[in-house]
């Protein structure tokens, strides 16, 4: 018998890569990117969220990460906007054993959002995204969302508006902190609002990149 494992993350992004090159490659690309895992080596096979992206490593150098990029990856997700030396948020699925800090993160990016403005809130900062109806669907008030990668707390959402409130720490650590008024997000919504959506009979849904 053979057991399937699913690879899964948690949404706590481990650290930020650089793009160093992009390379055309048929109809998709490969991109190269540095790794900020130090000691503890990658491995060709191994799957890393890139930007909330569940992508696999196909080759390495001393320096960098080598990722196919697919073209319904390229056309769904923020991958195909990215330029060199661009950073990135970057997270190693979960092994076995691991503590699960964040929320269930697949790495299947349902759609893109835009980022708006944010406002200061005491310590905090209040980030405000824009994104269709079709993924605001799956977001409540308290619920969970990842955006590029990272697991957040939705704070307040509208039908096509939704905000999330950010600890100065999240916003050195991930590329969140270096959003642009309009610049696209990837987004995954909670895993759990499509299953009950689907055991509800509804057949809309969202279709994961992947």
Same mark, same amino acid.
């Given at each position: 018998?053979?057991?399937?494992?699913?690879?899964?993350?948690?949404?706590?992004?481990?650290?930020?890569?650089?793009?160093?090159?992009?390379?055309?490659?048929?109809?998709?690309?490969?991109?190269?990117?540095?790794?900020?895992?130090?000691? &503890?080596?990658?491995?060709?096979?191994?799957?890393?969220? =890139?930007?909330?992206?569940?992508?696999? =490593?196909?080759?390495?150098?001393?320096?960098?990460?080598?990722?196919?990029?697919?073209?319904?990856?390229?056309?769904?997700?923020?991958?195909?906007?990215?330029?060199?030396?661009?950073?990135?948020?970057?997270?190693?699925?979960?092994?076995?054993? &691991?503590?699960?800090?964040?929320?269930?993160?697949?790495?299947?990016?349902?759609?893109?959002?835009?980022?708006?403005?944010?406002?200061?809130?005491?310590?905090?900062?209040?980030?405000?995204?824009?994104?269709?109806?079709?993924?605001?669907?799956?977001?409540?008030?308290?619920?969970?969302?990842?955006?590029?990668?990272?697991?957040?707390?939705?704070?307040?959402?509208?039908?096509?508006?939704?905000?999330?409130?950010?600890?100065?720490?999240?916003?050195?650590?991930?590329?969140?902190?270096?959003?642009?008024?309009?610049?696209?997000?990837?987004?995954?919504?909670?895993?759990?609002?499509?299953?009950?959506?689907?055991?509800?009979?509804?057949?809309?849904?969202?279709?994961?990149?992947?």
């Amino acid at each position: 018998m053979t057991l399937k494992v699913t690879i899964m993350f948690t949404g706590l992004v481990e650290g930020m890569g650089q793009v160093e090159r992009l390379e055309p490659e048929g109809d998709g690309r490969r991109l190269w990117l540095t790794a900020p895992f130090g000691a &503890d080596p990658v491995h060709v096979g191994e799957s890393i969220a =890139v930007n909330g992206v569940c992508l696999t =490593v196909i080759a390495q150098t001393s320096s960098a990460l080598g990722f196919q990029l697919a073209p319904e990856t390229l056309r769904r997700s923020n991958l195909g906007l990215v330029e060199p030396r661009q950073f990135v948020n970057l997270e190693r699925a979960l092994k076995l054993g &691991d503590r699960l800090g964040g929320h269930w993160v697949q790495g299947h990016v349902d759609g893109m959002g835009r980022f708006v403005e944010q406002r200061p809130d005491g310590d905090w900062w209040m980030y405000f995204f824009e994104a269709p109806g079709e993924l605001t669907r799956y977001m409540i008030p308290k619920g969970s969302i990842a955006i590029d990668g990272v697991s957040l707390t939705l704070v307040d959402v509208g039908p096509t508006r939704f905000s999330v409130a950010l600890i100065p720490h999240t916003l050195s650590v991930t590329t969140l902190g270096r959003l642009q008024p309009g610049q696209a997000v990837n987004l995954e919504v909670d895993l759990l609002a499509k299953y009950v959506e689907k055991l509800l009979g509804n057949p809309t849904s969202a279709r994961p990149a992947s």
